[in-house]
T-cell receptor, first 112, second 114 residues
Framework: SQQGEEDPQALSIQEGENATMNCSYK?????LQWYRQNSGRGLVHLIL?????REKHSGRLRVTLDTSKKSSSLLITASRAADTASYFC????????????FGTGTQLKVEL | DAGITQSPRHKVTETGTPVTLRCHQT?????MYWYRQDPGHGLRLIHY???????DKGEVSDGYSVSRSKTEDFLLTLESATSSQTSVYFC?????????????FGPGTRLTVL
């Protein structure tokens, strides 16, 4: 399997704190994406970073990519209770066609 | 959920029975996908389609078949359901011309095989 892995599997923080989750993958990629999944719902695309980019921002989200280490991190700043969800990274492998490979996810709980 | 519907949303069936799940999209996107989601495994690709009657296998295709006779519908069939196919099934589409293969997901179908 070419699945990526997220770390940690679960994370619990207080509202207002920052949350960092990491993703490691195995193959060369065109891009890496992060998705959020609220309980009982489908995944929602958050942000995409291309293989030639090192950092990208979108609102309270900051994503980094280190292709030499085959790893990425997602930082959510000033977290809110509404950020409670599972977060998945997905890689678009080089030569993989129009298919994504998803990681196993990080469950984030933001407490009031 | 980006104009994607899945039916049924919940189903309980018995081992050995056939089951068909339907994914319907309203925007004529070329690429459609079926995933299953299980604890500890994330999402795993079952089958995908790149056009009407054009389909291919994913990572976990054994025991599943698909059909796409119309652009808007992508059907997933379990010919003879087994308990190991108890899972949540998600359909996804990739908008035509999307920059980086971003996908948009349906609400999911929770299938229980007894």
């Amino acid at each position: 399997s070419q699945q990526g892995e997220e770390d940690p599997q679960a994370l619990s923080i207080q509202e207002g704190e920052n949350a960092t989750m990491n993703c490691s993958y195995k193959t060369s990629i065109n891009n890496l994406q992060w998705y959020r999944q609220n309980s009982g719902r489908g995944l929602v695309h958050l942000i995409l970073i291309r293989s030639n980019e090192r950092e990208k921002h979108s609102g309270r989200l900051r994503v980094t990519l280190d292709t030499s280490k085959k790893s990425s991190s997602l930082l959510i700043t000033a977290s809110r209770a509404a950020d409670t969800a599972s977060y998945f990274c997905a890689t678009d492998p080089t030569g993989g066609g129009n298919k994504l490979t998803f990681g196993t996810g990080t469950q984030l709980k933001v407490e009031l | 959920d980006a104009g994607i519907t899945q039916s049924p949303r919940h189903k309980v069936t018995e081992t050995g029975t056939p089951v068909t799940l339907r994914c319907h999209q309203t925007e004529n996107h070329r690429y459609m996908y079926w995933y299953r989601q299980d604890p500890g495994h994330g999402l795993r690709l079952i089958h995908y389609s790149y056009g009407v009657k054009d389909t291919d296998k994913g990572e976990v295709s054994d025991g599943y078949s698909v059909s796409r006779s119309k652009t808007e519908d992508f059907l997933l069939t379990l010919e003879s359901a087994t308990s190991s196919q108890t899972s949540v099934y998600f359909c996804a589409i990739q908008p035509s011309g999307s920059f980086g293969n971003e996908q948009f997901f349906g609400p999911g179908t929770r299938l229980t095989v007894l």
